[in-house]
Nanobody
Framework: QVHLVESGGGSVQPGGSLRLSCAAS????????MAWFRQAPGREREGVAS?????YYADSVKGRFTISKDNAKSTLYLQMSSLKPEDTAMYYC???????????????????WGQGTQVTVSS
């Protein structure tokens, strides 16, 4: 399985911005689906954004978050703007893996995960 390492998390005030990065240990071809998830304390992990040539977003982040992928650098990004306290969570990168059927639109089927990076939005 691919090894994924997230970075870029931190503390920011409401209305601020952060850019998360996820570096993969192998080349990520353009059609390989990748995604960002998050999990807040006491809540289930939820899909935030995914990309497989098309992009998909959770309703809660549409218009504020942008997912992108640099295939040459094997890196996934999540640009987060207009951050809200409810965006506070551990953010995880995920990648499609051989033998697992991923559905990008529903954020399902991902089998490769990073360790996460914490995002805290607070005044």
């Amino acid at each position: 399985q691919v090894h994924l390492v997230e970075s870029g998390g931190g503390s920011v005030q409401p209305g601020g911005s952060l850019r998360l990065s996820c570096a993969a240990s192998e080349y990520i071809y353009s059609s390989r689906c990748m995604a960002w998830f998050r999990q807040a304390p006491g809540r289930e992990r939820e899909g935030v954004a995914s990309i497989d040539g098309s992009v998909y977003y959770a309703d809660s982040v549409k218009g504020r978050f942008t997912i992108s992928k640099d295939n040459a650098k094997s890196t996934l990004y999540l640009q987060m703007s207009s951050l809200k306290p409810e965006d506070t969570a551990m953010y995880y990168c995920a990648a499609e893996s051989a033998g697992f059927a991923v559905v990008a639109r529903t954020f399902s089927g991902f089998a490769s995960w990073g360790q996460g990076t914490q995002v805290t939005v607070s005044s």
